[in-house]
């Protein structure tokens, strides 16, 4: 019995990165062999076992047979005779297919610390072509690296793109999608992610309601870009820097979903394209399980960020009734969530990048004045139940008044 170090960690330690976890593969050894020696099995499809101590993962060395179309169909063998470089045929990417022993010494049979060296994402065998996730799994990389150098080799474009032609796509499961986009939102390149998905054609058939943006004019005086899907790419990129979290940046990526909706007729004008945005996001979001903290921000930016936009002209009335439908006053991340992902929209645009963005100190001031009001004082003035309510709510709505007026 053999145990390498493969994959992400040998990746990583080569690119001078820190390594976060190791993951294990086992040369030569029967499930009996592990379990008797105390480690435990957690793998339904395959033999993975957690190290009695470390609680690390450790594979045994096998290969797969894929049995028909999707994620799940395939044969796997872990019989003992499994050598390791079978098992690293098996890997999706070069650099994901190198091992190191025990002594240090790199197993590399296919040319893995090459592609490093010369920062490409390439395939390993045609094996790549069984799982549709790997079209997922290139892309999420390509994001995660692309600040370093790398890019996909054209032969690897290739195969995703037969791959994407051959319906093969059109079998993942939802939640693998969601998983490999979730993970790729928070890569320093997320729209690298999607750009590699489109470049192929994964996202027409994964994401077809942001796919469609591409081509939507826009108003040259306000989208000097002019093209939506390309505004949408430039206002991820300004996510990046603003926030670091996934919700936030999701909800960019979703907030003009409804301009690809408008009446063509009416282009490049999109009246009304907030609301309309709010439905194929809730559709998206139910197919592929989407968290209700993605979804719930993604609908309010969609159906509010003009509201942002537009701050300094918005009566102190529907200041308030924005601020309660976004819960601010229950759950205040929120608030700031939303204008990370406004001020995103409001500068994504081409020439705009370094754009000052006001509306949020408006906001911000505003939410702060009518946070500051006491609902006990009310209270202590003998308002209840419904009459209470009000009375906070005209309380709140003179202290924004107020601090807007100067």
Not at 35 to 62: C, I, M, S
Not at 161 to 182: F, I, K, N, T, Y
Request: with cysteine; glycine share 6%; hydrophobic share 40%.
């Amino acid at each position: 019995m053999k145990i390498y170090a493969v994959g992400g960690c040998v990746r990583d330690e080569l690119l001078g990165l820190k390594v976060q976890d190791h993951d294990w593969v086992v040369v030569g050894a029967t499930p009996a062999q592990m379990l008797e020696l105390g480690y435990q099995q957690v793998g339904k499809d395959f033999p993975v076992f957690l190290h009695p101590e470390t609680k690390e993962e450790y594979a045994l060395a096998r290969t797969e047979r894929k049995t028909g179309k999707g994620y799940y169909s395939f044969e796997c063998n872990f019989d003992k005779n499994v050598t390791l470089e079978q098992d690293l045929e098996r890997r999706d990417l070069t650099i994901n297919a190198i091992a190191k022993d025990a002594d240090g010494k790199l197993i590399d049979p296919f040319n893995g610390k090459h592609d490093l060296q010369h920062k490409v994402l390439r395939h390993v065998s045609l094996a790549f072509t069984e799982d549709p996730v790997r079209i997922l799994r290139v892309a999420r990389f390509a994001a995660r690296f692309a600040h370093l150098g790398f890019t996909i080799a054209i032969e690897t474009q290739q195969l995703m793109r037969q791959m994407v032609a051959a319906g093969e796509v059109d079998a993942l499961v939802p939640e693998r999608v969601w998983q490999e986009m979730s993970r790729a939102l928070s890569e320093p390149n997320p729209e690298v992610f999607i750009l590699t998905l489109r470049e192929c054609g994964a996202l027409q058939r994964i994401f077809p309601a942001l796919d469609i943006l591409w081509g939507v004019p826009q108003k040259a005086q306000y989208h000097p870009e002019i093209d939506t899907g390309v505004h949408v790419i430039l206002a991820l990129q300004q996510a990046v820097k603003l926030s670091p979290k996934p919700e936030v940046r999701f909800a960019v990526l979703c907030h003009d979903l409804g301009k690809g909706l408008t009446p063509h007729t009416d282009w490049p004008s999109h009246k009304g394209h907030e609301e309309l945005g709010v439905k194929p996001i809730e559709q998206w979001c139910a197919q592929y399980r989407v968290p209700n903290e993605f979804r719930d921000l993604a609908i309010k930016v969609s159906r509010w960020h003009l509201h942002a936009h537009r701050a300094a002209e918005l009566r102190p009335e529907t200041i308030l009734k924005l601020f309660k439908g976004l819960d601010a006053f229950r759950n205040p991340s929120n608030l700031q969530d939303y204008l990370l992902a406004c001020q995103a929209d409001a500068t994504g645009r081409a020439g705009m990048q370094h754009n000052p963005y006001p509306a949020a100190a408006i906001l911000t001031g505003a939410f702060t004045a009518a946070n500051a009001v006491d609902p006990q004082e009310y209270i202590r003035r003998g308002f209840t139940g419904e009459k209470l309510g009000l009375e906070i709510e005209k309380g709140r709505i003179y202290a924004i008044r107020k601090l807007l007026s100067g």
